[in-house]
């Protein structure tokens, strides 16, 4: 049973925008905060965005001002709407909801 499904990753040119989403089974949709992490190579997870059910949002400090995580009540999924993305921004974004992760998507920054 698949609980968080991510999607739209890809490759962007630096100064680019790209949007990720991320369908979440219900009962974690409607009890949990709702987050996207990243790993980049030869990182550790970190936190990028998330989003309380009363839609409350906390941001890394890397990405505020360029990052944007929503979510849709009404279709259970949360975005994470990215522009003046950087190539450190290179990573597996995955979405996270209490103890579930998604298979993660990869984001690419280059030239």
């Known amino acids: 049973q698949v609980q968080l499904a991510e999607s739209g990753g890809g490759l962007v040119q630096p100064g680019g925008s790209l949007m990720l989403s991320c369908a979440v089974s219900?009962?974690?949709?409607?009890?949990?905060?709702l987050g996207w992490y990243r790993q980049g190579p030869g990182n550790e997870r970190e936190l990028v965005a998330t989003?309380?059910?009363?839609?409350?949002?906390n941001y890394a400090d890397s990405v505020k001002g360029r990052f944007t995580i929503s979510r849709d009540n009404a279709k259970n999924t949360i975005y994470l709407q990215m522009s003046g993305l950087k190539p450190e921004d290179t990573a597996v974004y995955y979405c996270?909801?209490?103890?579930?992760w998604g298979q993660g998507t990869q984001v690419t920054v280059s030239t």
């Open positions: 996270n909801g209490g103890t579930a």
């Open positions: 219900e009962d974690i949709f409607i009890h949990f905060v």
């Open positions: 989003i309380s059910t009363g839609g409350r949002t």
